[in-house]
């Protein structure tokens, strides 16, 4: 009898045994994650608006022409940003060219139009266009070996670079050859078709040792 009373009493005397939630400290804890959290995502908010008004003097982007001829080469997949040519980390973000998205492309012969649905539309004339290379990563966006295509472009007095990925990343050699007779034809000289280290010689940024998945 006094085992089973014993062994009854066992279970009530871990219940109120059992320590009681602190939840003072708990909730306390929870506001101040909370507030951190918030101020991270203020300052990061500050720091990308003050790159913006740094970058203020970039004149709106090139409209499409009412007529943009005949469509060389069109293709669909994602705009990953622009930097400053051959500073892959030097991310260009004022006329929306910060914003990543869906983008279509299509080269006609009147220039390169980057058409992106809930982003910014751009158009490049063909006498802006200064190459096209393949690459691995551009503002941040790190991909596998040649993974991304990278047109570099003029506007407002700089050279751009633009990270596009294709859906059928197989198309890339096609556009960086069209892109670069291109340059060739309209400005009489070689187009820059370094490799990914020597487009980022110089800018003293190496590149980090994982790689993202090709999305």
Known sequence: MTTLNAAVAAPTRLAVERPEINWPGYISWTIGMILVVVLLYWLMRRAWQRRGEAQGDLPPLPQVPAATGVVHLAATGRYHGSTTAGQWLDRIIARGLGTRSRADLSLTDEGLLVDRPGASSF????????????????????????????????????????????DQAGEHPAWVEAINAASVATTGTPAATSSADTSRAGDGAALPHHQEGAS
Do not use: N
Not at 143 to 150: H, S
């Open 123 to 166: 158009f490049v004339p063909t006498a802006r266009l200064h190459g096209a290379r393949l690459d691995k990563a551009i503002a941040g966006k790190v991909l596998t070996e040649g993974g991304l295509l990278v047109i570099t472009w003029e506007h407002g007095g700089r050279q751009l670079d633009s990270g596009f990925r294709f």
